[in-house]
């Protein structure tokens, strides 16, 4: 699959964005999920942030597919998911 950038408002929280797009001609929607997680709520505290970013997407909704991982900062990490069709 093709990927292209949409700009999308600051992240401060929980945000859902539905994408409608039309491949030659035929229309197509698919929903985002961006999620903020926080360091400290790590399912299974470490000082690991590659096994915390693991736990996170593994114990995340089986209806949502990992999409993107964001830029971390010392807080927190956003994590986008798409919806599974």
Known sequence: MGIIGI?????NEEQDIEVEVRVNGI?????YRV???HWDDCPYPTEDRVECIRQLVNGYDK???LAHIGLPTDDYIPITFRKKR
């Open 27 to 31: 229309k197509k929607q698919y929903q």
């Open 63 to 65: 209806n949502w597919d």
């Open 35 to 37: 999620e903020i997680f």
């Open 7 to 11: 700009e999308i408002p600051q992240l």
